[in-house]
């Protein structure tokens, strides 16, 4: 189970995470960010979810997580300066964020594998997945959606890149918390 006080105190930022929501089960963090009706509104807000039941990946692929073990999470931004001026360039930003506090935390060499993946070994441990809503030509909602297989030791299915985790690439689990701290 996600530790949140454990997480706040970890946390250093401004203002992204400040406003910290946290589920046991979403079916998306993102499509729950998306919608403006949730009462989530507020740029800097970031939604934590144990499980997803309907996970996203970029081109409609599933995300899966498996629960209580991995970082599922989307940050919310609003009608910023910066969305309208530098928005191609956030989903290279998340990319290296996840993986220089990768690197930082557990001394792991990443690599990027544009647009959107964070690899370990060759193998993928982290997904990025951006979607925006706009009126007219302003960007109103920007949602960085962010899995990362931090401590699932083994994975089921075929993907086009194997999977991998922190855990399996270490040899031991690792503190969500610090980590998810650490990329915000």
Known sequence: MFNIE????????EYI?????????????????????????ESG??????????????KDRVWYSAPDSNLTFSILLTKDKFLTSNSSLINFAASLSVAFSIENLY?????LKWP?????????TSGIL?????QGNKIERFVIGIGINVNQPSFQGTFNFPPTS???????????EKLLAEIL
């Open 107 to 111: 001394q792991l060499k990443t690599e």
């Open 17 to 41: 995470g400040r406003t910290f929501v946290y589920a046991e089960e979403l079916s998306s963090t993102n499509t729950f960010l998306m919608d403006k009706q949730n009462g989530y509104n």
């Open 166 to 176: 922190i855990r399996n690439e270490l040899g031991r689990n690792v503190e969500r």
């Open 6 to 13: 454990n997480f706040d105190i970890k946390l250093n930022t």
């Open 130 to 134: 951006i979607e925006a809503t706009s």
């Open 45 to 58: 807000t970031v939604v934590l979810a144990e499980k997803q039941t309907s996970g996203k990946g970029r």
């Open 116 to 124: 959107n993946d964070v690899l370990l070994d060759g193998k993928k």
